[in-house]
């Protein structure tokens, strides 16, 4: 990137995790990891099970303390906040992990609506008119007044969405939103990240098993493996890379494809 100038234009890093290890019991799940978020990007993070993405995320939430190595978000060194600038940090993120947490009792509204009365001082008119935007977003508005478990999967998803990003987090980290859901489920799910990245601008990190749709979404793809992220780069120069470990991750993802598209027993 340049400007007219011909100087290069610095992005500013929403996310810079600079040789972060961490060891469970004399076993090494981070072996130093380097990674960053641009402002506005992004990043999807790919990697076998076990392989330390979630350690990763976790540390970057403020919720794993490393052995060593950095992590900056916005700047702001994460092991040196107190529990108060935690929670300062944590009002910009936007999290939405594997379960939705949804309030049962309360409607998809009264769900939506809960950060804003927690966290501000809003009028309730307002908060009427931030949760009907946003419940529009995610093409939930006539679901407004049902219960969550009137809900199909996907629309729980969306409610979960909605309520994450209510207060306008300028980082969404994703991990692993998709798992257990059915394809129809996924594909909404996949709708939301990238309805997130269009309407909010947020910087992303996201998790997924789901490599297609992380070739779609993705500024850029990084490769998590045995507790570092051996390669990263635009989804092109990722499909065409001649590194090794990427190459064997390809390969293994188009055979299960294959595998799982492949006609029952007995019709051939
Ligand atoms: N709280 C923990 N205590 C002990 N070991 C852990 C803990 N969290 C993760 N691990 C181990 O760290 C490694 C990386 O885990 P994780 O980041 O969850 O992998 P994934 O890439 O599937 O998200 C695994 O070997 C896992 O068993
Ligand atoms: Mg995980």
């Known amino acids: 990137m340049s400007d007219t100038s011909g100087e290069p234009v610095l992005r500013k890093l929403t996310i810079e995790v600079r040789d972060l290890h961490k060891s469970f019991g004399g076993q090494e799940a981070l072996r130093g990891v380097d990674l960053v978020v ?24 403020g919720l794993l303390r490393s ?14 906040m107190d529990e108060s ?5 944590r009002r910009n993120l936007g999290i939405l992990f594997q379960a939705n947490a949804l309030f049962d009792s309360l409607t998809v509204f009264d769900n939506v609506a809960f950060p804003l009365r927690e966290r501000t001082d809003l009028p309730e008119e307002q908060i009427h008119e931030t949760v009907n935007k946003t419940l529009g977003m995610v093409g939930l508005s006539h ?31 994703y991990d692993d939103p998709t798992a257990g859901l059915d394809p129809l489920t996924t594909a909404a799910v996949n709708d939301i990240i990238m309805t997130a990245k269009k309407e909010l601008g947020a910087t992303s990190l996201v998790i997924t098993p789901d490599v297609a749709s992380a070739f779609g979404m993705a500024d850029t793809l990084a490769l998590m493996h ?16 001649h590194h090794p470990e990427v190459k064997a991750f390809l390969r293994n993802w188009l055979a299960r494809r294959s595998k799982n598209r492949a006609p029952p027993e007995g019709t051939k």
């Open 226 to 241: 045995e507790g570092r992220i051996v390669a990263s780069g635009p989804p092109d120069s990722f499909r065409e890379s």
């Open 85 to 89: 600038a935690l929670n300062q940090m």
């Open 67 to 80: 052995d060593r190595g950095t992590v900056l978000v916005e700047g702001q060194d994460v092991a040196q």
């Open 143 to 173: 679901a407004a007044q049902r219960f969550p478990g009137e809900l199909s999967g996907g629309m729980q998803k969306r409610v979960g969405f909605a309520r994450a990003t209510i207060l306008r987090p300028r980082i969404l980290l």
């Open 38 to 61: 641009p402002e506005g990007a992004t990043v999807v993070l790919l990697g076998i099970s076990g392989s330390g993405k979630s350690v990763l995320m976790k540390h970057i939430m």
